[in-house]
């Protein structure tokens, strides 16, 4: 059974950063490709940044040049440095690993950590 367990959100200014980290048990993060979603009120859960196991980057559009994925893969953990803040940016912030279902990454695993909360006010 995978474990993802998600921290390091709070209420921060717009403009303001913060630091998730994403840790797991019953898998080696080393081994996937890990992503971050998140999921604002009313909307569905969206896909932010992705991190593939050679260390490749993506992101969304609206977080690129803000946001930065990274992993270490000894501490099975994978983080989300976000800078420069904005009130949209205000989710509850989730982990999974991913995986390509025709040219889309869809998560992998089943389970679903608690996510963080990020709010950012105005």
């Known amino acids: 059974q995978v474990q993802l367990v998600e921290s390091g959100g709070g209420l921060v200014q717009a403009g303001g950063s913060l630091r998730l980290s994403c840790t797991g048990s019953?898998?080696?993060?080393?081994?996937?490709?890990m992503g971050w979603y998140r999921q604002a009120p009313g909307k569905q859960r969206e896909l932010v940044a992705s991190i593939l196991t050679g260390g490749f980057t993506n992101y969304a559009d609206s977080v690129k040049g803000r946001f930065s994925i990274s992993r270490d893969n000894p501490k099975n953990t994978v983080y989300l440095q976000m800078n420069s803040l904005k009130p949209e940016d205000t989710a509850v912030y989730y982990c999974?690993?991913?995986?390509?279902?025709?040219?889309?990454?869809?998560?992998?695993?089943?389970?679903w950590g608690q996510g963080t909360q990020v709010t950012v006010s105005s």
């Open positions: 999974n690993g991913l995986r390509n279902s025709g040219g889309t990454y869809i998560p992998l695993f089943n389970s």
């Open positions: 019953g898998t080696r993060f080393s081994t996937n490709t």
